[in-house]
């Protein structure tokens, strides 16, 4: 979803900046003329690396996506490990707050600007079991926009984005970490869904460009789900 989004701001001019794990930016190298820096979101000390060294090439930033979240086999709650749950809250949660921490003097620094925290449908129902620390990591994220639009705002607005279940790398463990075992049944959800097929990450752009632009100058704090009517 991540280079999705990446190839197409690129596409229409937009001066793009990557942060992604050292095995992802091997993996999926980012478009000629787009800067990527290796950082493990879900540690403080790379991430205030990484933004002071974006810093020294950009006085200020105009737009803040965070795409950061990830899940392991599915585990009932009652078998998980504590080191597995906070391993996954730390992942998915409490690196948007490291993110939006180290976001914001830069963001502050436009004239108008805006971050988008990718949640997901998960944030809001829960029609699986397994998938408990990523869920609850979920929901906190669309709080958490909520919390950093009242703090933020006027200067910055905050909304998030909650995609349904969505053709990427997320599905088999994610990109740069371990394949997952148990794969996603996705004809499975397909059937579930509405629109009768899972989201393909183009699906997305449409909605993370509005957020991000002018059309969006009076959204914030709020969640956009695009999940082809899943969850409503």
């Not at 003097?105 to 600007?113: E, F, G, K």
């Not at 599905?171 to 097929?197: F, H, I, N, S, Y």
Request: overall charge negative; aromatic content about 8%; some cysteine.
């Amino acid at each position: 979803m991540g280079r999705a989004f990446v190839r197409a701001a690129a596409d229409a001019g937009l001066d793009v900046v990557v942060l992604d794990l050292p095995g992802a930016i091997e993996a999926f190298p980012p478009p000629q003329g787009v800067r990527a820096i290796a950082c493990d979101a879900s540690d403080e000390a790379q991430v205030v690396a990484a933004f002071d060294a974006m810093a020294k090439d950009a006085p200020h930033l105009d737009a803040f996506i965070n795409f950061v979240g990830f899940t392991n086999e599915p585990r009932p709650l009652e078998a998980m490990a504590l080191a597995e749950w906070n391993e996954i809250i730390t992942g998915s949660l409490t690196s948007a707050f490291l993110l939006s921490r180290a976001a914001i003097p830069l963001l502050r620094a436009a004239d108008s600007a805006a971050i988008v925290h990718v949640s997901s449908t998960f944030g809001v129902w829960v029609p699986q079991s397994g998938f408990g620390p990523y869920a609850v990591s979920k929901a906190g994220v669309i709080n958490l926009v909520r919390v950093l639009a009242t703090e933020c705002g006027p200067d910055i607005r905050v909304n998030g984005l909650a995609p349904g279940i969505t053709r990427t790398a997320f599905l088999d463990g994610g990109t740069g970490r371990p394949a997952k075992q148990k794969k996603t049944d996705t004809e499975m959800v397909a059937a579930m869904v509405p629109a009768k097929r899972i989201a393909q990450p183009e699906d997305m752009l449409g909605a993370l460009f509005f957020l991000i632009g002018p059309g969006s100058h009076y959204v914030t704090s709020q969640t956009l789900h695009v999940n082809g009517g899943l969850w409503s």
